[in-house]
């Protein structure tokens, strides 16, 4: 009786020891479980069952633009356990010198930093740091003194998750960078650059930022708005404003009779005039303004169906009777020549001879020479072979 009931004490003292032994041979197991990582290691295993695709890292960072960091922990352990079992296995094809592999890469291409393919330069988008500077300074902490490239795949679903997660970046101004830790704009011009068949996604996002705008501005009554009135009033903040004039470089969304840029808001068609977009514009800002002011100059005298040609020594708009000859020197218009009185240019029977009212220059407008008196009885090739001999005597 006295040994079966010191048997019976021994089971139950053993039993939580044996308990527990159980346990850790099971954490162990799970311990030296592989993670879910494809062959290869080109991503994790696909989760469909008897599935071995890879889903790849550049698709998960794409559409998980939140877990960066947490995917880029995932791909590194992938590259250590490729570089252990090389090392182990002795596969001398798996290793290979970064050197020769940066010695094959053209001179215009760029590594997408989430996908990792090389892109030529004309296929990328880049972030702009300097837009970011400008608008809101460079004091931040985080403040990015670099653009990042990204080619127009990853791109692509960037924009595609933003339509859902609303990843915009400060002030409106695009989409935030895809680069952990940085705050730059991916402006909206960059991206329907690059991104032309998604300029519909691309505006529907940008509509939401300007109404996002003008909400903020509405609820934290700032008082840098501007106002621009027909039937409705629209208020924008001024760092929307410039970001807008900016981009408008690219875009070109003129208001009707060019009076300026046409207003932000969705089916608005008044414009801001160009007076207002001045205001309290650096020396930059005023550049660029007066740079759509010119295209706005040359899309009106486009429109008005007129011939005009510019003295290349005074700058001074001439208005031609008939289109210029093959070749003519087209040249850009200035906005400050066109507001000067037309001047009408002396018509010689032969229409080459072009006359500067302004400053009495005279040139031929085929060959764009100073003209001569000679050139009245010669043609321009003529005249070209007959001062070629006069040279070589």
Known sequence: MCLNILIM?????????????????NLRKVALEPKPFARGWLGLKCVAENCENPIPWQELKAVLPGKLESIQALENQCAELCASAAKEFGFEELEHSDENEKAKVPDDC????????????????????????EI??????????ESHAFCRECLQNYTEVALESKSFARG?????????NCENPIPW??????????????????????????????????EELEHFDENESHAFCRECLKGYTKAALETKPFARGWLGLKCMAVKCQNPIPWHEIKKDASPDELEIIEILENQCAELS???????????????????????????????????????KPKQKAIKPNDKLKFHC????????????????EEHNNLSCEQLAKQQNRQNFR
């Open 357 to 372: 009212p302004e400053c009495n220059y005279e040139m031929c407008r085929k060959c764009n020479e100073k003209w001569t």
């Open 301 to 339: 005298v486009s429109a008005a169906d007129l011939y005009l040609e510019r003295c290349p020594k005074c700058n001074c708009a001439v208005e031609m009777d008939g289109p210029l000859p093959p070749a003519a020197n087209h040249t850009k218009i200035a906005l400050l020549k066109l507001l």
């Open 172 to 180: 409106w101004l695009g989409l935030k960078c895809v680069a952990e």
């Open 136 to 145: 809101f300074g460079s004091s931040s902490n985080n403040a990015q003194k």
């Open 110 to 133: 760029l590594e997408c930093p989430i996908c990792y393919e090389f892109v030529k330069n004309d296929q990328l988008c880049f972030c702009d740091h300097l837009m970011g500077d």
């Open 189 to 222: 011009q960059e991206l329907k650059a690059v991104l032309p068949g998604k300029l519909e996604s691309i505006q529907a996002l940008e509509n939401q930022c300007a109404e996002l705008c003008a909400s903020a501005a509405k609820e934290f009554g700032l």
């Open 9 to 25: 004490e021994t089971h139950q003292c053993l039993l939580p020891l044996a308990n527990s032994l159980m346990l850790m041979s």
